[in-house]
């Protein structure tokens, strides 16, 4: 391999032509894949990776680097030639795109690859995690590197770019830069917009964003945006590139029905020698400086590092001790930060933004954006707390799968779940959230029942690792438990138990308060009952379940939720054959499967008091006791 100057265009003309050819050659290669969605971006990625991205490619995790997203996952054919034209990966590795066991997988996956900060393909998300690492870069770790963000046209629908661009320009985000690879054409056919630069370029100054319209193939003009944008001050920075899909080659070039095709071996041979044939080339990107000491990253910089659970005495609601945890929280850690959907008076986490306003950011009423921005702090090394109504972090769902997928640690709390919020009806109730959570691969999903158990499990969220949920509630609730007690992740509490328990009652959040009710009613009327609160759903305490059930023979799941996906079905799978057995080995089940019951929320519910609502949906204790006299023989 030979090494290149730079700054020479004709060597940024022909790295844009080994690019071109080698997103055709792998994809090829791979049978599958989006060579066209790549050969539009190869010349304006040329000239960024020549002259103004700086990035150590040896050094990965070096603060300084400069972030690269490709919000537009499917051209990762391009990001993955780009690499083997830094030296990161070999030709070899970059045939092996899209096989089985390949680090090159269909759509760029951190951890795979160290350069990769988040995973994307799920379009419209690509901006959000750009705007978390620029606030990361200018306002917590003030380190002077940028945030390149390679936008598809097709992608401009989604709201959830719009609501990055309004996030960006309110934070005056001059780190930022987006390039909008504005090539007309999406997976079936022309897009909203076309060519239509001015429409795009007039919203994006609506929103706040330096503008600079080039025409994408042009190297002059590539050029003078990139160093362009490189000096703005002030806001963000947007490039509208008008670009052709598949340019490069007439088979191809504003070619539509050509999205997601490779082209066939005898196509890519001839594409091949149109476009110069097979290089090699490896480009010398150049390195960003050494991190001043006095601008170390504030991740490296811990506070006391106690926390100092706060004290309880009344009644109080597990959303309010939730903030108070975060407050304490941030006074132990100098890395957490905290993110709202503007209800921090609701959430509480405005008890944060009182103590620890540097760490605090608002994103107002955009719950995808929260989540996104929440991704690309993490990347940081940020220990990042989001808050809102439960209910409406359903409109985040999609940012929650791909946090999952980015091997991304965030940590979000929902509040105002269940019907026991009273009277702003179901559109305010998450009843839901337990099961959207739960599905989450490797998620966390806890939900304490009292102030303390909520600081404490709030304390061990902090080290949890990949996605964590909390669910607090809205009502106040009385004191369970003392400073001293420790709460486990996947543990449980088991407060009422005796030898003569008939049936066990499971509750967790609103719904124990109702089975310790239930408790006493049942004890004066002679009924010995067990009461557990399950305050780790996800990890679930499978032991302690198992025992109550061999030695109740019933559980009694309440649950302030629907039934489908929540506490009671935690418990069931609990009890399910862990499948498929190894080779040569048979599922060990058990002699005798407890008898679950699920007390859950079933018919639509309206407004009301808290009391009215739990009443109407059948949660609280005169139910249960109802429920446990009519299985006991």
């Known amino acids: 391999m030979v090494e290149v100057q730079a700054n020479a265009v004709a060597t940024i003309k022909e790295l844009a032509r080994q690019l071109r050819v080698d997103s055709i050659r792998c994809t090829t290669e791979a049978g599958s894949g989006h060579p066209t969605s790549s050969m539009s971006a190869a010349d304006i990625m040329a000239v960024l990776m020549t002259k103004y991205l700086k990035y150590d490619f040896s050094k990965p995790e070096h603060p300084v680097n400069d972030r690269l997203i490709f919000s537009k996952g499917h051209a990762c054919p391009l990001l993955y030639s780009m690499y083997k034209a830094a030296g990161a990966i070999t030709d070899n590795e970059l045939m ?40 990361a870069g200018k306002y917590l770790d003030k380190l002077p590197y940028k945030v390149w963000v390679l936008l598809g ?16 320009s309110h934070y005056k985000l001059d780190n930022l830069v987006a390039i909008l690879d504005m090539n007309r054409l999406g997976q079936r056919g022309e897009t909203a917009f076309g060519w239509n630069s001015s429409l795009y370029a007039d919203r994006a100054k609506a929103f706040g964003f330096h503008v600079i319209e080039i025409a994408g193939h042009d190297f002059d003009q590539i050029d003078e945006a990139l160093q362009e944008a490189s000096a703005v001050t002030g806001q963000p920075t947007i490039i509208i590139a008008k670009t052709e899909k598949g340019h490069g080659i007439p088979l191809t070039a504003n070619q539509d029905n050509w999205h997601g095709k490779p082209l066939s ?58 903030g108070d945890a975060l407050k304490a929280l941030g006074g132990a850690h100098s ?21 620890y306003l540097d760490r605090f950011f608002e994103m107002y009423i955009a719950e995808q954006l929260m989540v996104g921005v929440a991704i690309g702090l993490s990347t940081r090394g940020k220990k990042v707390f989001s808050s809102t109504f439960a209910a409406f972090l359903c409109r985040a769902y999609d940012f929650i799968r791909m946090a999952a997928i980015s091997r991304a640690t965030i940590k979000l709390c929902g509040s105002h779940a269940g019907c026991s919020i009273g009277a702003d009806g179901p559109s305010q109730m998450a009843l839901e959230d337990l099961a959207m959570m739960r599905a989450i691969h490797g998620s966390t999903v806890l939900y304490p029942s009292d102030p303390i158990s909520t600081a404490k499990l709030v304390e061990k969220m902090y080290g949890v690792e990949g996605v964590s949920y909390m669910r607090t509630t809205r009502e106040k609730t009385r004191v369970l438990y003392k400073e001293d007690d420790v709460f ?36 004066s009327q002679g009924i010995a009952v ?18 109550a059930a061999r030695e109740t023979g019933t559980l009694i799941v309440v649950e302030d939720h629907w039934p489908e996906g929540g506490m009671g079905d935690a418990v069931l799978d609990v009890f399910a054959p862990k499948g498929p057995p190894a080779r040569g080995s048979k599922i060990v089940a058990l002699d005798k499967l407890p008898k679950v019951v699920k007390i859950a929320v079933r018919d639509m519910p309206g407004s009301g008091s808290p009391e009215e609502l739990m009443d109407a949906a059948g949660i609280t204790a005169n139910h249960i006791v109802a429920t446990v006299k009519s299985l006991i023989p």
């Open 96 to 135: 092996t795109l899209r096989k089985f066991g390949s680090r090159l997988e269909g759509h760029p996956i951190p951890k795979l690859l160290p350069w990769v900060d988040v995973a994307t393909g799920s379009l419209g998300q690509g901006l959000p995690m750009g705007v978390g690492m620029a606030l």
């Open 153 to 168: 046209d097709s992608e401009m629908a989604e709201g959830s770019v719009w609501e990055a661009m309004s996030c960006a």
């Open 265 to 322: 071996k005898e196509q890519a041979e001839e594409a091949i020698k149109l476009l110069g044939g097979v290089t090699s080339m490896k480009v010398a990107v150049q390195k960003p400086a050494d991190v001043p000491a006095a601008k170390k990253n504030t991740s490296e910089i811990t506070g006391s590092g106690k926390f100092i659970t706060p004290a309880y005495s009344n009644p109080a609601a597990t959303r309010e001790a939730y």
């Open 335 to 355: 890395d957490v930060v905290v993110l709202d959907a503007e209800v921090g008076n609701s959430t509480y986490s405005d008890k944060f933004a009182k103590a």
């Open 488 to 523: 486990e992740l996947g543990g449980s509490k088991t407060l009422r138990t005796s030898a003569d328990d008939m049936v066990t009652l499971i509750g967790a959040g609103i719904t124990l308060h109702e089975c310790l009710k239930a408790y006493d009613e049942l004890k």
């Open 530 to 547: 067990r009461v557990i609160d399950l305050y780790s759903i996800k990890p679930i305490d499978a032991k302690t379940l198992s025992t």
